[in-house]
């Protein structure tokens, strides 16, 4: 350790002091003094949210197998060592050196949420790190997004001086040597952004001027040099097989979100779903080689002593090899009694046998995702499900052993009714009916159905990014609603509904379609003591409120506002590959009830061929062969 270890007295004080003492298994240690760059990775929550994230894993492992960089890592602190900083004016350090933060050349913060805002700048005020982007010098490191939330980087965009779109495994060495030769050089901080935006994948605010119409739309959005690109197009991994993936994970002390091996399978999904921004920003779909698969499994279970392993992707069940693999795991996992989860399945692709097989080892609940009530509502949404499927896949559940079901809808989607949110108790109805219908000697036990509800929420790069939500006084009406409905269904003691809170999700949806103008209100409402939003507890939508009033924002313009199909957004400066185009045809098809199949039953013009390979490229590719 050579930076500022926290002193026993303040460990004894706080909560879980384990989430500041690093040294877990695995960790990293190299010495600062022989590294040419420190970068600090953050993700802005509490460690055990962030320790239990995939993507930070992959970027530490990545990094660190470069010997002139040394990726460290920090987290939000709690409130009880946050107060404990604060007064003692001890600044906010890295978990493997205890480093102040603002020593790193790099602070990079993966924007997972976007009710982690306000961590965000508690992070940069902790660290010493002026909040403001343009209020930094050469001494303050580059702040750096990443991760889902920047593909509208805009309401945060103030607070960051660059944002990395896309996958990070594919440009981080331009970016350190950009770094390094002009930190040699003698450049000033402009000067050093100003070349770090030329690459591709990078996206500098302070290289770019915002115009806005007297309606408050955006009028304008351009570079203000003529090298800078007018188009930041998003960073794939295109060769899935070849990138690094590690062996050796971090192991927590303490328990965490996900306590398991994560083992990622897949990028993208074939399927679709017009309300699904992951679907859409993460094309074309990739797979990783079973073999490859198979051998990172025995070798992260032996380096990390986890007791379970999960698959990571979109879409599991779309897996090709997922029926060889699973077998695979069954028997090498089996034997050592290590519990195999399967999450992201959908309800029509289950093998009969396989779920026999894993339920011995160890009995959980099974969770699937119908998004919608009614049939007419899942083909708005292009979830591809019928009640017939739905009801036969429960059925396999239930002879394979299974009697605790999870289902998870959506409430608030573009042209709901009443009769389609009552259509959610219904359909668990049917399937405990469906349940009941089983002869008794073949059930295991009662059936217990859990439905829970999030309020819907338009994002950046879906078909429904053009789509109004409801006011908050409507959805937990339309809540209440589902409720009392529940509440009224023949097996009721069955059935249990849970939905979430409807302030949180509007402000969200301010967040994930806002642009500029919305960073002076996270700033005003941090300044107030907003701090980790997410967390039910530390929610205070009347602050919230109030900063919107101080700025004189009005938050519905954001939200239950339906845009102009014509209408300029703040992220359309972002290419993803699938174009504005198939969106908006997307989101007409959705007004028409009219389901578009998935990218393997056939290709749809999406337009992420683009990046050349992936699913769809490859089926094109070998229909054109065989033409």
């Not at 993700?43 to 960089?69: A, C």
């Not at 992070?123 to 702040?143: F, G, H, M, T």
């Not at 159905?449 to 309020?455: D, E, G, H, K, V």
């Amino acid at each position: 350790m050579n930076g500022l270890a926290l002193s026993d007295e303040i460990l004894m004080g706080i909560e879980k002091p384990a989430r500041y003492i690093g040294n877990e298994v695995n960790m990293v240690r190299k010495d600062p003094d022989k590294v040419d760059i420190r970068f600090a990775m953050c993700f802005p929550d509490v460690y055990e949210i962030g320790m239990s994230h995939l993507g930070i894993q992959i970027l530490y492992d990545t990094f660190n197998r470069k010997d002139d960089v040394y990726c460290e890592r920090v987290y939000s602190p709690w409130p009880d060592l946050d107060k404990v900083m604060r007064e003692k004016d001890i600044p906010l350090f890295s978990l493997e050196t205890q480093s102040p933060i603002k020593d790193f050349d790099f602070l990079g913060i993966t924007l997972q949420y976007e009710m982690c805002y306000t961590n965000i700048l508690q992070v940069l005020e902790l660290s010493k790190i002026p909040i403001y982007a343009n209020e930094r010098s050469l001494d303050d490191p580059i702040v750096v997004g990443g991760g889902p939330c920047s593909y509208n980087p805009e309401p945060i965009a103030d607070f960051f001086d660059m944002f990395y779109i896309g996958e990070g495994e594919t440009r981080y060495d331009d970016v350190f040597a950009c770094y390094k030769r002009m930190k040699k050089e003698g450049a000033t901080r402009h000067e050093i952004l100003h070349e770090l935006s030329k690459i591709p994948g990078m996206y500098v605010p302070s290289m770019y001027e915002v115009t806005y119409n007297d309606d408050g739309t955006l009028a304008s959005f351009e570079p203000i040099y003529e090298d800078v690109p007018r188009t930041v197009t998003k960073e794939v991994v295109m060769d899935f097989d070849d990138v690094h993936y590690p062996e050796k994970p971090l192991v927590p002390f303490i328990h965490v979100t996900q306590d398991r091996v994560t083992l990622e399978i897949m990028r993208g999904c074939i399927r679709g779903c017009r309300f699904c921004q992951a679907g859409m920003i993460y094309r074309p779909t990739r797979q990783k080689d079973v073999k490859l698969i198979e051998d990172y499994a025995l070798k992260m279970i032996k380096s990390t002593g986890h007791e379970e392993i999960s698959l990571s992707s979109l879409s599991s069940s779309d897996y090709e090899c997922l029926k060889e693999f699973t077998y695979f795991l069954i028997e090498e996992m089996g034997n050592q009694h290590v519990n195999i989860s399967l999450p992201s399945l959908r309800i029509d692709a289950f093998s009969l046998d396989v779920m026999k097989k894993v339920q011995d080892i160890k009995k959980s609940s099974l969770t699937f995702a119908p998004e919608a009530g009614t049939q007419r509502l899942r083909d708005v949404i292009n979830k591809g499900l019928t009640e017939e499927v739905i009801l036969k896949g429960a059925m396999q559940a239930f002879y394979g052993g299974w009697n605790k079901v999870k289902f998870y809808f959506m409430l608030g989607l573009p042209t709901e009714t009443m009769e389609d949110a009552e259509g959610i108790p219904a359909l668990c109805e049917r399937v405990a009916e469906a349940y009941y219908d089983i002869p008794k000697d073949q059930r295991n036990g009662k059936i217990s159905i859990t439905a829970s509800s999030s309020f819907f929420v338009p994002k950046p790069f879906t078909p429904f990014q053009w789509a109004a939500m409801l006011d908050p006084e409507t959805y937990i009406e339309r809540a209440h609603h589902v409720k009392d409905t529940f509440r009224q269904q023949l097996n009721a003691r069955s059935l249990r509904y849970t939905y979430h809170e409807s302030y949180v999700s509007v402000l969200e949806g301010v967040f994930a379609r806002g642009d500029r103008k919305i960073s002076k209100v996270i700033y005003d409402a941090y300044k107030s003591g907003c701090i980790f939003d997410a967390w039910t507890e530390f929610f205070d939508n009347d602050k919230w409120m109030e900063a919107f009033e101080k700025n004189g924002i009005v938050k519905e313009f954001y939200t239950t506002r339906q845009r102009d199909d014509n209408e300029l957004f703040p992220w359309d400066f972002i290419d993803i590959g699938v174009t504005k185009r198939f969106l908006l045809a997307e989101w007409k098809n959705a007004q028409q009830e009219k389901v578009t199949p998935n990218c393997r039953a056939k290709c749809s013009g999406c337009g992420a061929t683009k990046f050349g390979g992936g699913v769809c490229f490859e089926r094109n590719s070998q229909k054109q062969g065989e033409a």
